[in-house]
């Protein structure tokens, strides 16, 4: 049985930091593309930053890039992500995702698709 695992989110001020992980389990975790989601109330899910397999190759779309890193430990089995510069407009709910499909575009692209495994997500609360 697969398990995706996130934690790490809370509650900071804009212009903070935070990291977010996740810990797989249950699946070969180092043949799989890797990905973070985020929703926001009212907004659809949207892909935020992909990471290779070897984890050589990151995309991230422009609302985050420069600011978010993501990152993963095949040993371990855990993915991360590493977000500065925190703004209000990034308050979502964060989600861990296993088996996406990613492109350099333009624009860099990061989609799910029936086979993608989820994790139950974890809060982001940006405060101004």
């Known amino acids: 049985q697969v398990q995706v695992v996130e934690s790490g989110g809370g509650l900071v001020q804009a212009g903070g930091s935070l990291r977010l992980s996740c810990t797989v389990s249950g699946l070969t975790f180092d043949v799989y593309y890797m990905a973070w989601f985020r929703q926001a109330p009212g907004k659809e899910r949207e892909g935020i930053s992909c990471i290779t397999e070897s984890g050589t190759t990151t995309y991230y779309p422009d609302s985050v890039k420069g600011r978010f890193a993501i990152a993963r430990d095949n040993a371990k089995k855990t993915l991360y992500l590493q977000m500065n510069s925190l703004k209000p407009e990034d308050t979502a709910m964060y989600y861990c995702?296993?088996?996406?499909?990613?492109?350099?575009?333009?624009?860099?692209?990061?989609?799910?698709?029936?086979?993608?495994?989820w994790g139950q997500g974890t809060q982001v609360t940006v405060s101004s």
């Open positions: 995702a296993g088996s996406v499909a990613c492109g350099s575009g333009p624009p860099p692209s990061v989609t799910s698709h029936a086979g993608t495994y």
